[in-house]
């Protein structure tokens, strides 16, 4: 089971940036690609970027691309998601997840979710 732990969740105004991280398990980030999701209240979980299983590629939603940046440190089991340019429309929760799928967007193929952090855009 993948351990993941979020942070870096806050309150910024449009246009103003944040970093996540996700602290991963040894097993975890060795072995499955890690990717972000979000959750806006009344709506469904929605992917907005992954690395691909050997790390060496990312993928990123529509909405995401050109203000989202995937990162990682592999001495620190760790994953970061540089966000820009945030939109009122970002604010969600945003959780981390690992699957053995490399390039999958569906939260269906993902598990070991984390608690989430609360990414607020005011406009």
């Known amino acids: 089971q993948a351990q993941l732990a979020e942070s870096g969740g806050g309150l910024v105004q449009a246009g103003g940036s944040l970093r996540l991280s996700c602290a991963a398990s040894q097993r975890a980030f060795s072995n499955f690609a890690l990717g972000w999701f979000r959750q806006a209240p009344g709506k469904e979980r929605e992917f907005v970027a992954a690395f691909s299983l050997l790390g060496g590629s990312t993928y990123y939603a529509d909405s995401s691309k050109g203000r989202f940046t995937l990162s990682r440190d592999n001495a620190k089991n760790t994953v970061y998601l540089q966000m820009n340019s945030l939109k009122p429309e970002d604010t969600a929760v945003y959780y981390c997840?690992?699957?053995?799928?490399?390039?999958?967007?569906?939260?269906?193929?993902?598990?070991?979710w984390g608690q989430g952090t609360q990414v607020t855009v005011s406009s």
């Open positions: 997840a690992a699957t053995s799928y490399s390039g999958a967007r569906s939260a269906q193929d993902y598990g070991g």
